[in-house]
């Protein structure tokens, strides 16, 4: 009988707990780590929409990128959306397991999922799991297309619409803070899922375009490698369990 326990052993060879920022909140987080697992869904959030599809799946355990719980709860109560969505999830027998900061930083992680999507090539890793790489030169106006097309919805780009683009620095999430590691990395570009409006302003000053294209989008691309990534983890060690990708989708 495979278990919860033995997924998460599974899944810390892919990107080890350990590796995960001090203030994160990765690992089990919810479920019996002796309950059995025949099924797995993998997700970029937990939500309702994703718990009822876990049980149609027949899931015992969802995988998700971000975590819940991330401050302390004096209480459990349903009349608060994680309150509920804890009871619901508690209720219907399903595990979670939160792989967060650990699968950012993580050797083919969130960042190079995102290199990928992007066709950043030669792509080599810098601090806080960003990761840097080579593009045909293109202008900006073109790149941004680019982006907005590989990854969905809308893309605001800082910068000179006619500044060409070869190296490209990423980082998926709420990356904008860390826009002055790609500057001084020789980024022509840097895409990340959330900027200020004044830190795109500086990029741009400094010589430097900035792309935001949404939290969701730049993560997205990773539920699929980690989901590849466990199935192929499972079918190395013979368990009998099966993973599937979650359809829904946070925004429209």
């Not at 895409?191 to 939290?215: F, P, R």
């Not at 989008?217 to 060690?237: D, S």
């Amino acid at each position: 009988m495979t278990t919860v326990k033995d997924i998460l052993a599974l899944l810390e060879g892919i990107a080890p707990l350990e590796t995960q920022e001090e203030w994160d909140n990765a690992g089990l987080l919810a479920g019996d780590p002796q309950a059995r697992v025949t099924r797995v869904l993998v997700a970029l959030d937990l939500c309702m929409e994703v718990l009822e599809e876990a049980k149609s799946l027949g899931a015992e355990l969802i995988v998700t990128h971000h975590p819940i719980l991330f401050r302390g709860r004096k209480n459990l109560r349903e009349d608060d959306p994680e309150g509920k969505l804890l009871a619901e999830l508690v209720r219907a027998r399903v595990a979670l397991i939160a792989m967060h900061t650990n699968f950012d930083n993580a050797e083919g992680g969130v960042n190079q999922a995102l290199c990928d999507k992007l066709g950043i090539r030669e792509s080599e890793t810098l601090e806080s799991g960003m990761h840097i790489g080579n593009i045909d030169p293109v202008p900006l106006a073109d790149f941004r297309k680019h982006v907005e097309k590989a990854l969905g919805g809308v893309v605001r780009a800082y910068g000179s619409a006619d500044k060409v683009i070869r190296r490209v620095a990423v980082l998926g999430g709420a990356g904008g803070g860390y826009a002055s590691i790609a500057l001084e990395a020789g980024a022509d570009a840097f895409v990340t899922g959330e900027m200020a409006y004044h830190a795109g302003l500086d990029c741009a000053a400094a010589g430097m375009a900035a792309l935001e294209a949404g939290h969701a989008a730049t993560e997205h691309p990773a539920v699929h490698v980690l989901r590849e990534g466990l199935q192929k983890a499972i079918n190395a060690v013979q368990y009998n369990v099966e993973t599937f990708e979650s359809a829904h989708r946070p925004f429209l």
